[in-house]
């Protein structure tokens, strides 16, 4: 056999195997996708998603965008789209530049779109702050009473959530994650996270991750079986997979948005980040300290000279 029928072969395994898996005593899978911009990060898991609706019919998908391009979730036949309350949800067509109605369901909790998610779409949702969809992940992994139990999580440019020089709570919730990731599997819930740069995603998240794929250009990380050379010589529409010591080779189909458009959040509240707060107590705190101490200082000094 030669090596390139091996690598598909390989590849196909860890779709079978592990990706399209749902023995619960395993638990579900975590998967980053690795490449340059345009390189098809979303086209392959967009390929994998479809896959997966067609097969697990009664499996909720979640299914977070980004604000700051054309939404890529209408790839996907069916759609929901779920707000947080205290924000409102804008939607602007590329083609003519004007604003359009698109149906949103407001949310207050996570319950809320839990109970109210409709298995075999994408139940897409925007939250005020990104970094909440780490606790949504922690809740999801001790929900599974509906359908079959099982969810799948699609995070797209998951560097937004999951920042690498995050601070405070946002560092806080990425050392969540990290703790919980396994956890997290455990409750059924798989994740499928891309990004065209890795080290702007926290290192926490990043390395509890279980499956890496990397397309044409990527930077193959030092502790992948996978060869450099080997992903330089990808093409358009392939991608190579590892999952601990075994790797191959997986393809997927091009990717054709239909309407192409945005989604702006307008954020209603005011935003109070109670770590933040806190730390700005301190720093006042500390000023007020560090002018005590130099009056004393002075007065030392002057002692000094009496
Ligand atoms: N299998 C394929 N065969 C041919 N063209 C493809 C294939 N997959 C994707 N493309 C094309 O490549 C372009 C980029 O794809 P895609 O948006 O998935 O990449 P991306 O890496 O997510 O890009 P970005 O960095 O902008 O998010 C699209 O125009 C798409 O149609
Ligand atoms: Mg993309």
């Known amino acids: 056999m030669s090596k390139v029928d091996r690598m598909t072969i390989e590849g196909k395994k860890i779709l079978q195997n592990v990706i399209f898996n749902r023995d619960k ?18 086209s392959l ?16 998908l979640f299914f977070r965008d980004s604000t700051e391009s054309p939404v890529q979730f209408n790839r996907i036949d069916k759609w929901h789209i779920y707000g947080q309350e205290g924000m409102k949800l804008k939607f602007r067509d590329y083609d003519t530049n004007k604003y359009f109605n698109q149906p949103v369901t407001y949310f207050t909790s996570f319950d809320d779109i839990y109970e109210n998610a409709e298995p075999g779409i994408a139940n897409v949702i925007y939250f005020i702050r990104e970094h909440t969809w780490i606790d949504f992940l922690n809740y999801l992994r001790r929900h599974m009473h509906r359908g079959s139990g099982w969810k799948t999580v699609f995070l797209e440019e998951y560097e937004d959530i999951a920042p690498q020089y995050a601070k405070s709570t946002g560092w806080k919730k990425n050392q969540l994650y990290s703790k919980n990731a396994k956890n997290i599997r455990k409750g059924l819930v798989n994740t499928l996270a891309n990004t065209q740069n890795k080290s702007d995603v926290s290192y926490f998240i990043r ?15 030092d502790i992948s079986p996978i060869q450099q050379k080997a992903v330089d010589k990808l093409k358009m529409g392939e991608a190579l997979i590892d ?3 075994n790797f ?11 309407q192409i458009f945005e989604v702006e959040k307008v954020i209603e509240i005011e935003i109070v980040d109670e770590e933040e707060q806190a730390a700005e107590k301190y720093k006042n705190k500390i000023k007020k300290l560090e002018r005590k101490l130099r009056d004393f200082e002075e007065i030392m000094d002057r002692l000094d000279i009496a």
């Open 25 to 42: 005593s395993e638990g579900g899978f975590s998967m980053e996708t690795v490449g340059p911009q345009g390189s098809g990060k979303t």
């Open 45 to 60: 898991d967009l390929h994998i998603i479809d896959k997966t609706i067609e097969k697990f019919r009664d499996e909720l």
């Open 207 to 221: 390395t509890k991750l279980m499956i890496r794929s990397y397309l044409r250009g990527a930077k193959v990380d």
């Open 248 to 258: 191959g080779k997986i393809t997927f189909d091009p990717y054709r948005p239909k």
């Open 243 to 245: 999952y601990g010591t």
